[in-house]
């Protein structure tokens, strides 16, 4: 089964709209974290937010926001008001366990958004 | 003051030669990762390393061998390369200091066995 599934392969989005990438995850640890990467065309892996399974609230960065709902294992990012440089693939992932030094990452099959002017 | 750095940033080889990829961390991180971005983007980890203590080692052929000298470098090493090989190769750290933690990536290795 996979571990994290993004669904959308590709998103076509407005400009100045603002944009849901969807990740639901599986898992049975009771401590894991979530994380949101963005790999632009250049190619490098930028960390944009991070949820742990144990915060109460929602975790914000700027304009993006994770919209964590535990009970439906689904952490999407939320981008307001989307700008052309937010063009790029997504990738949510997950760390399970708390085991210090072994917290690899899974990563899903990633979104590839594009913003239209 | 790059955080995570790699070298090189492009490699293009032969098949069957040696060749080695180094990376460096200005962090103070001790955990450090390599993961594999294959040709549909997908990322899958291969190795992690704490104190300079090999923790993860996924299933990757014995060819490839990673090496810390320290804990801010991790050089990912890969003998008679083959075109499967072919990849983006990514190099991470990461910290986790109470509720909060990051893992940052490198800029990525862009491997190309002809």
Redesign the interface.
């Known amino acids: 089964a996979q571990k994290i599934t993004q669904t959308q392969p590709g998103m076509f989005v407005q400009e100045k709209e603002a944009v849901t990438l969807d990740c639901t995850y599986d898992t049975s640890d009771p401590s894991y974290?979530l994380?949101w990467?963005k790999?632009p065309s250049s190619?490098?892996?930028?960390?944009l937010i991070?949820q742990?399974s144990?915060?109460q609230q929602n975790a914000t960065e700027g304009r993006y926001s994770l919209n964590f709902q535990k009970a439906r294992k689904s952490a999407n990012l939320v981008i307001s008001a989307s700008q052309l440089g937010d063009s790029a693939?997504y990738?949510c992932?997950m760390?399970e366990g708390q085991n210090?030094?072994?917290?690899?990452?899974?990563?899903g099959?990633?979104t590839r958004l594009t913003i239209i002017p | 003051d790059t955080a995570v750095s790699q070298t090189p940033k492009y490699l293009v080889t032969q098949m069957g030669n040696d060749k080695s990829i180094k990376c460096e961390q200005n962090l103070g991180h001790d955990t450090m990762y390599w993961y594999k971005q294959d040709s549909k983007k997908f990322l899958k980890i291969m190795f992690s390393y704490n104190n300079k203590e090999l923790i993860i080692n996924e299933t990757v052929p014995n060819r490839f061998s990673p090496k810390s000298p320290d804990k801010a470098h991790l050089n990912l090493h890969i003998n008679s390369l083959e075109l499967g090989d072919s990849a983006v190769y990514f190099c991470a750290s990461s910290t986790r200091i109470e509720i909060q933690e990051t893992q940052y990536f490198g800029p990525g290795t862009r491997l190309l066995v002809l």
């Open positions: 974290g994380f990467y790999q190619g490098e892996m930028i960390f991070y742990g144990y915060d693939m990738f992932a760390r210090f030094g072994n917290e690899k990452l899974t990563f099959t990633g």
